[in-house]
Structures are given as structure tokens and as C-alpha cells.
């Protein structure tokens, strides 16, 4: 794909090299990326949400959205998006999200901003933007279409917002599907009128809706009216005719929302129009919403609240790096990722896990927002310690994952240390059946919980899965362990401890001292393979991750989180990354295991099925790489931590050429074995990558450690970086931090601070509430 650079100026005033790919760049300081091709290798996202209601768009606003309660019912609303504008006098017609064609667009871009998308073209000599976004509350999308005509004269052209939708359920050839569809005209809206259960176990009426502010001219609700039998979404078969909407109802077959609005402009006129497409649970809700969105200014308002409460959000540090794409990814879309995953997981369910672990890194960014999210993925917790894998479809699903619960004391540790607030432990927080008990009580559950589910020389039961998901098979009549999940146990409990004598609660630090000298004395005698760690024992006794293994031979994870637990003894840490580097490491990045599965083998699980190169078996998956980050900067490895952004990065092509959107963080790449596709990355945005990323970069390589006394320093930055800074707000204190590397080796230690132009002698820094803090950091 390659990419060009062109040079700019940042807001300092310093020269700065932006990446310019064949598909787009970031704007200005990051705050937007601007696609400037319709046709990039694969859909290009943008997401959007509000605690109850999310949505995603692409380039060409290929997307979702739905709604979703507090125990995961959802109600689908956009399946696909179009707007088509028609000129009135020829019957001519395209379309305004520039989805690819024979038509010849100009002027084409899709800005995807904080909260919004907003795509602009030009075709037939109508200009056009569309813009997408959500409303800070609110089950909708709201959609503003302006248009200007450059042409010589007056004219007249029908614009129609269209999108599928999965209300009704999936199409499928002689299925059934029941929902009606009509138009209200009190409320300018076609709607689709069906049933859903959400708030409550009873199915109760909704009314997904698609409204104007103007007048319609036409509506479809029918897919085979506006469609077409034989149609499709490039070339309704009504536009096609060279007519517009058909005015069709819907009665038990495919629904769709279709609405025109019919305008006449004057030569160089432009005009706005404004569409809500949403869910409400009556009609006299719709007309509430109506009277919402469509008084003067209230659109435009709504957009900038919107907007400006995802800056609000992430405001609490920023980077300054000679990489300036870098600083663009981190201090707009990197953060933005970071609270996605916090509220929404992983999208298509609400991973437990996945919620816990990227609050623990929101905590790096926004603690307050970060620890309101804590309490509510313990809310979903266990009484007796235990964690969910997921909540969905109105239900509690555990899908026998074992090592869900132990996120908790990560996230709650650190979110702590962030806020200084002992008090915090004592809030009390709902388990799922209805009882409740304190944080610390939630944390301390967890811990016991998995210390009593043991197996296998002492180690914690991997049961139908850890960290690595595909697993699902070596543990399920409870007798496989994990050693992964007995190191990283060893780690909250560590943090436990600490927590513990914080509060004065010495018995129970007491104890999970003597419990964690006695599960690094297992994992040392019964985890340790030689010149690595293994990753588990199967139900059979069978060592996964061993070097007597004729697959599977080595996994990245226990030799990651041995350094991150500080579990190992005698330096064997150094050993295992030592065995990454010689085993593990690609020009395409960090594979998880080595060598892949070529066979599936039942008593371990989906891992072996996978095909080789493939995500957990063998592919490069991208969390475990910025670990590594984090690890490299701990072991104080400036020249790993380099190569390592460098394989990371999305924008980045210094080893590997990159398909992937150059603005987020995808999941993975596929590695060798997948043949052509070697390198394709994998779903983006949906992904621990981009928090632990962040996590990485603010803890670790900018070395900022929160702690109950303060702030300290503990940086290990890359070779190239000469000079940089970070401003974080801790607590209620501001913190302008730059560093000066005196001999360019990536700093292995801290020669000199300075605080305020004074010498200050200690790496933890000073902290006054209200405090504004100018540190100079030089390096050797």
C-alpha cells in the first residue's frame, strides 16, 4: 500500500511529518482522520455510542446500530445505511455516502471525527455531506444531509435515507418474518412496529422509526417495493425505474425505513436536511423526540455535546513524541478506543473480562469515569468470587471461563492508586444475586475464589478457558490447570496484599503472603519447562507449551506475565524473554505460540482448529504484543521497546506493509502460514489492543506509576526519542513532564529531575492539591 509523508506544523509551532497513506491522514492534531479514497483495502470504521446505544459506520457508511439494556437485550435498528439523492428531471440517482461505483464522484472524503462521520462528495454537480452520529442520551442516530447545487441553474432532486434493518430478524429465503411497516404522517416517519423484550424480561411494542424534519414526499417500508424482488441496495428497483419511493407498506415480509424528501434548490443554494433514525416504545414518545431534535439549533447542539463529551472523557493526559503519527493515534483515537472497550467490550457481546481489563487501563486516563465503570462490571460478579464471561439476551452466561474474575483486583488496584482514595474500598457494590458487599469484599472474593479452585499440583483449574479463549477443551472435567492464570493470579493477589495493609487489614495481607510464596513455589516446580513456562496442563495431565510438545511448543503468555507478577525465581524471567526473542519474534510482530496446530486435537480445543498462523495459533495477536511493551520497559529494554512500535503500530510499515485502518487498533495479523494472507490484519476496534496500548505508553514508556504518595518516574523510552513530554492530570494536580535522553541509549536510568526549576532528589514526585508541576527529566 505504502504510505507518503508530507510536512505540517504542530500547535508548538515545531515541524512535524504526517503520514499521508494512499486512503487518507489525520487532520490537524489528530482530532480527525480524513478518508480521502471511497475504496480502501477493506471498510475503514468509525464508532459512536452512548450508554444505551451504539453504532458503527465505515467510509461509506456501511454499518450497525442497536440498542442494548443493562442485561444485554438488544433491539437491532441500522443493518446497512444508504442515502440516495435523485435528480428529479432525468431520473438519474447516486449516492451521497460514496459507496463505490461506476459514478464519477469528486471532491470525496469521509471525515471520521469523535463521535460522528461525516462523508462529503460531489456528483452530477450537487455537492453533498452526510453526517452520522449519536446523541449523548437517546435510543437514535441522527443523520444530516446537506447538499449545494453547482449548477448553472435551478433543481430539483429527492433525497432518500435508507437503511436495512435486522428488527425483524435476518432475511432468509422462505422464512418468516412478522413485523409491520407504515407511515405515521403526524410524525413525517415510516415505522417498523414490532416486539422485544428490554428493561424487562416481557416483551413489550417498540416502534423503530425513520423521521424528517421537511415533509415526506414518499416512504417504502417494503424491501421488495423499494428494493426489489431482485434488487439490491446499489440499485433499488424503484430508483432504477427512475421514480422514488413507492409509498409501501409492510405486512409480514422484509422491513426496510425509506423516506423522501423532495427540494428545489437555486443556483449555488445550499440546504440542510435532518433525519432520526431510531427506537422508541410509543408513538407519543417519537413525537417527544421529534419536538427534541428538530427545534432550531437542537441538531447542532446535540452534535457538539456529543463531541465534546468524548473529549471531556480522554482530556487527562496527552503525549508529545517525535513521532508525530504517534501523537495523533495516542492523544485522540488510542483513548477513544480505551472508553469503547471500558462501556461496550468487545461490541457483539460484553465481555467480562474485556470490560474489567479496559477500565483498568481508562484508569491511566480518566480514573473517575474508570472506577464508575469498575462498579458496574462488579455488579455483574458472583458472590461466592466468581466472574461471567459475558451478559446477553437478558442472561448471565459463564461459559465456564476461569480466569474472568481475577481482572477485578487489577482494575480495582489500579484505579485506587490513580484516585488516592482509601475510602473507595468501603463503597458498596451489588453482586448478581441481589446481595452485596464492599469493593474490597468483591476483590478479596475473587482472590479466594480462584485459591479454592485448584487442581492439579496446586494450580488454578483453567476449566473451559483463560486469557487464551480457544483453550476451551483441555480443562473441562476440572482437572486441567493453567499456569498462565496461577501466574497472573499471583498477581492480584500480590496487589491484594498491598491493598490490604493499605487498609490495616494485616491478617488478610498475612495470608495471601503465605499464599503466594506457596503458589510461587508450584509454578516454579511445576510451571517451569527448562528455558520457558508452560502454559497449562489438560485434563489428561498433558503439558501444553512444553518443549516435549510436537506443536504448540511455546505460548507467549506465562513468559510475559512472569515478568509482570514478579513470580519467577533465580532470573528464569530473563530466560523466558529470552526464549520469546529466539522462538516467537517476526518481522510481522510477536506470535502467540510456535509452532502452530496443523491438526485439531480434541482435548485442547478451537486453538487446534483454527488454521495455522491464525490469531491464537500461531498468528501475531496484538495484546500479548503490547504486554510485551509494558514487560520490555520493566526490564529496561529501549531497543526492544523501539522494534516494537514499530511492529505495532498501524501506520507504521518499517517491517511489514499494513492494510489495516491507520487511525485504531486492530487485534491481530496473520502470520506466515496463511499464505496470501500474510499480514491481514484482523477486526479493529474491537480489541484490548489499543487500552493496553495506551496503558503501555503512559505506565510503562513514559514510566508515570501512580502510588498512594504520589506520582513516580520510572520511564524507559525508545533510542529515537531525543526529547518528548506527556501532561497528565493526577488527581487534582496538572503535570507537564519532559524528558532529554543526554546519550540517545533509550534511558536505562534517571540521571537528574527537575521540579519547578528546582533539583528535586526522588523519582516520586511532589503532589499539593490543585498543584501545577513543570518536571524536566534527563536520562542516561
Request: proline share 5%; hydrophobic share 35%.
Amino acid at each position: 500500500m505504502g504510505s507518503a509523508f508530507i510536512p505540517g506544523f504542530n500547535k508548538n509551532g515545531r515541524v512535524v511529518i504526517l503520514m499521508v497513506s494512499p486512503y487518507g491522514h489525520f487532520s490537524g492534531e489528530g482530532e480527525e482522520f480524513v478518508v480521502t479514497r471511497s475504496d480502501p483495502p477493506r471498510h475503514w470504521y468509525n464508532y459512536f455510542w452512548n450508554d444505551r446505544f451504539i453504532g458503527f459506520a465505515s467510509q461509506v457508511g456501511f454499518g450497525e446500530s442497536f440498542a442494548q439494556d443493562d442485561l444485554g437485550r438488544r433491539i437491532p435498528l441500522a443493518a446497512s445505511r444508504q442515502v440516495y439523492v435523485a435528480d428529479c428531471e432525468t431520473g438519474d440517482f447516486w449516492h451521497a455516502n460514496g459507496l463505490p461505483s461506476e459514478r464519477s464522484y469528486t471532491d470525496y472524503s469521509c471525515r471520521h471525527g469523535l463521535g460522528y462521520s461525516q462523508i462529503s462528495l460531489a456528483c452530477n454537480q450537487i455537492a453533498s455531506s452526510y453526517r452520522v452520529f449519536i446523541p449523548e442520551d437517546g435510543l437514535c442516530e441522527i443523520w444530516t444531509v446537506t447538499l449545494q447545487n453547482l449548477r448553472p441553474e435551478k433543481c430539483r432532486v429527492k433525497v432518500i435515507p435508507y437503511f436495512g434493518t435486522d428488527l425483524d430478524g435476518h432475511y432468509k429465503p422462505q422464512g418468516y418474518n412478522t413485523a409491520t411497516g407504515y407511515f405515521l404522517p403526524e410524525q413525517q416517519a415510516v415505522i417498523g412496529r414490532s416486539f422485544a423484550a428490554f428493561d424487562s424480561p416481557v416483551s413489550k411494542e417498540i416502534f423503530a422509526y425513520l423521521t424528517s424534519q421537511l415533509p415526506a414526499t414518499g416512504y417504502d417500508s417494503r424491501k421488495t417495493a423499494f428494493i426489489g424482488t431482485y434488487g439490491h441496495e446499489e440499485r433499488p428497483a424503484s430508483l432504477s425505474a427512475g421514480g422514488g419511493c413507492t409509498n409501501s407498506d409492510c405486512v409480514a415480509e422484509k422491513l426496510v425505513f425509506a423516506l423522501e424528501n423532495t427540494v428545489e434548490l437555486e443556483r449555488g443554494q445550499k440546504l440542510e436536511l435532518h433525519f432520526v433514525a431510531g427506537i422508541a416504545f410509543s408513538t407519543e414518545e417519537l413525537g417527544r423526540e421529534r419536538a427534541r431534535f428538530f427545534t432550531p439549533g437542537a441538531i447542532d447542539s446535540e452534535w457538539e455535546n456529543a463531541v465534546s463529551r468524548f473529549r471531556s472523557q480522554i482530556d487527562g493526559v496527552a503525549i508529545d513524541t517525535p513521532d508525530e503519527n504517534l501523537n495523533c493515534l495516542f492523544n485522540t483515537w488510542l483513548k477513544h478506543q480505551t472508553n469503547l472497550g471500558s462501556r461496550w467490550a468487545r461490541v457483539r457481546h460484553n465481555g467480562y473480562r474485556d470490560m474489567t481489563s479496559d477500565s483498568e487501563c481508562l484508569g491511566s486516563i480518566n480514573p473517575e469515569l474508570a472506577w464508575t465503570r469498575i462498579k458496574r462490571v462488579l455488579s455483574y460478579q458472583y458472590s461466592n468470587g466468581y466472574a461471567p464471561r459475558t451478559f446477553l439476551n437478558g442472561s448471565i452466561l459463564d461459559h465456564n471461563f476461569a480466569d474472568n474474575t481475577v481482572w477485578l483486583t487489577f482494575a480495582v488496584y489500579h484505579a485506587l492508586k490513580e484516585l488516592g482514595r482509601l475510602e473507595l474500598l468501603e463503597e458498596t457494590v451489588p453482586f448478581n444475586d441481589g446481595t452485596e458487599g464492599t469493593v474490597y469484599e468483591h476483590i478479596q472474593r475473587s482472590i479466594r475464589f480462584l485459591w479454592n479452585f485448584r487442581s492439579q499440583h496446586g494450580l488454578i483449574k483453567l476449566w473451559g478457558g483463560d486469557w487464551n479463549d480457544c483453550l476451551n477443551a483441555a480443562g473441562l472435567k476440572g482437572q486441567g490447570v493453567s499456569v498462565w492464570l496461577s501466574i497472573a493470579w499471583y498477581r492480584a493477589n500480590r496487589q491484594f496484599a498491598e491493598i490490604a495493609r493499605l487498609k490495616g487489614a494485616t491478617a488478610d495481607a498475612e495470608e495471601a503472603d503465605r499464599q503466594a510464596e506457596e503458589m510461587k513455589e508450584l509454578v516454579d516446580r511445576y510451571g517451569w519447562d527448562g528455558e520457558y513456562y508452560i502454559t497449562a496442563y489438560t485434563d489428561e495431565g498433558v503439558r501444553l507449551g512444553s518443549k516435549e510438545n510436537e506443536e504448540g511448543k511455546i505460548f507467549v503468555l506465562p513468559q510475559l506475565w512472569a515478568v509482570l507478577s514478579g513470580i519467577s525465581k533465580d532470573g528464569k524471567e530473563l530466560q523466558a524473554m529470552d526464549a520469546i526473542d529466539r522462538y516467537l519474534e517476526r518481522e510481522l510482530g510477536t506470535l502467540v505460540s510456535w509452532p502452530a496446530f496443523t491438526r485439531n486435537n480434541p482435548s485442547i480445543g478451537s486453538m487446534t482448529q483454527k488454521p495455522p498462523g491464525v490469531h491464537e495459533n500461531g498468528g501475531v495477536y496484538l495484546h500479548p504484543s503490547v504486554w510485551k511493551l509494558a514487560v520490555d520497559s520493566m526490564l529496561k529494554r529501549p531497543g526492544k521497546i523501539q522494534t516494537g512500535l514499530e511492529k505495532i503500530l498501524p501506520f507504521d510499515h518499517t517491517w511489514v506493509e499494513k492494510k489495516c485502518e491507520p487511525y485504531i487498533m486492530c487485534n491481530s495479523y496473520f502470520s506466515e502460514e496463511t499464505g496470501y494472507r500474510y499480514a491481514t490484519p484482523g477486526q479493529s476496534w474491537r480489541t484490548a489492543t489499543g487500552a493496553w496500548l495506551a496503558k503501555s505508553l503512559v505506565q510503562y514508556i513514559f514510566g508515570l506509576q501512580p502510588e498512594m504518595d504520589g506520582l513516580r518516574l520510572d520511564p524507559c523510552l525508545p533510542p529515537s526519542w531525543k526529547t518528548c513530554s506527556i501532561r497528565k492530570r493526577f488527581r487534582s494536580a496538572e503535570y507537564r513532564i519532559s524528558y532529554e535522553q543526554r546519550h540517545g541509549n533509550g534511558c536505562l536510568k534517571i540521571a537528574e529531575i527537575i521540579v519547578n526549576g528546582k533539583p528535586h532528589p526522588s523519582p516520586l514526585l511532589p503532589y499539593e492539591e490543585n498543584g501545577q508541576y513543570e518536571v524536566k527529566v534527563w536520562l542516561e
